[in-house]
C-alpha cells in the first residue's frame, strides 16, 4: 500500500513540485494551502506523514503543528536559527529541514521518518487487556486468542493505533483499501460488528465504540 503524505504550503510552486515529486516516488499525496484548509483535509483523511509550511495565511504552521497528533510531521521554513529549530522540535516536529531545500535530502528526510514511523507501528499493541500483534497477526484478550479476519485485523490495528482519536469511515477504507480490497463503504459496519462481536465474545468487553456520522474510536470506559 503507498503511503501517503500531507503538503501543506501556500506557495503553489512549491506545493506542485513536492506533489510531482512525491507522486514520482510512488507515494500517495493530499495537500493544502492553508493552516485552515489542512485541518479540514486531516479530518478527512489520515497521512502517514506531513510536510508542514510555517508561514500561512489565515493559521500559521506553529498553530497547526500543536492539534496534530500521532503523525511524524516535517517542518519547511526559511528560519534558520536554532531557538526556532529547537522551539518546533519542541513543539511536536519530528524534523526541520531549512527552504531552499535539496529534493533528494528531503526525500531521504521523509524515507527515515517513515521507517521510524514503521518500526513503531510494528510494535505490539495493547489497550484494556486486548494485545494485537502486527508481526504474527495476532489478537488476544489475556490467553483468550480471537480469531479475526484479515480486513478485521486491519481495522482493529488502525484503531488500537490511534486510541483517543475517532477514526472516519474514509481514513480507514483509504489505510486498508490496498490489502483489503473486500472491504468498502457499504460493507464496512457489518466488517466492524463482527469485530466488535468477536471481542466481546473472547473478553466480556465492548472495545469499539461508533460515533454516529463519523465513524469509529476505541471505547474510553469499557463495559
Known amino acids: 500500500m503507498s503511503e501517503i503524505i500531507a503538503v501543506i504550503d501556500d506557495d503553489l ?12 516516488e510512488g507515494y500517495k499525496v493530499i495537500r493544502a494551502f492553508s493552516g485552515g484548509e489542512a485541518l479540514a483535509v486531516l479530518e478527512e483523511t489520515t497521512p502517514d506523514l506531513i510536510l508542514l509550511d510555517l508561514m500561512m495565511p489565515g493559521l500559521s504552521g506553529e498553530q497547526v503543528l500543536p492539534r496534530i497528533r500521532d503523525i511524524p510531521v516535517i517542518v519547511m521554513s526559511a528560519k534558520v536559527d536554532v531557538g526556532s529549530k529547537v522551539q518546533l522540535l519542541m513543539s511536536g516536529a519530528a ?67 490511534n486510541p483517543k482519536q475517532v477514526i472516519t469511515k474514509s481514513q480507514i477504507l483509504d489505510r486498508i483499501s490496498a490489502d483489503t480490497p473486500d472491504c468498502v463503504e457499504s460493507s464496512l459496519k457489518v466488517h466492524v460488528s463482527n469485530l466488535r462481536k468477536k471481542l466481546r465474545d473472547a473478553s466480556g468487553l465492548d472495545f469499539i465504540e461508533a460515533v454516529w456520522g463519523i465513524g469509529f474510536k476505541m471505547r474510553e470506559n469499557l463495559n
Not at 13 to 24: A, F, T, V
Not at 123 to 150: C, M, P, S, W
Open 13 to 24: 510552486h512549491i506545493n506542485n513540485m513536492l506533489c510531482e515529486l512525491l507522486s514520482r
Open 95 to 161: 524534523d526541520y529541514i531549512t527552504k531552499p531545500f535539496d529534493t533528494k535530502e528531503l526525500l531521504a528526510r521523509i524515507q527515515v521518518q517513515l521507517r521510524r514511523s514503521r518500526q513503531v507501528t510494528a510494535d505490539i499493541l495493547e489497550y484494556g487487556g486486548l494485545t494485537l500483534d502486527a508481526e504474527l497477526h495476532e489478537a488476544k484478550f489475556g490467553e483468550n486468542a480471537v480469531k479475526l479476519t484479515k480486513t478485521e485485523f486491519a481495522i482493529l490495528k488502525i484503531l488500537m493505533q
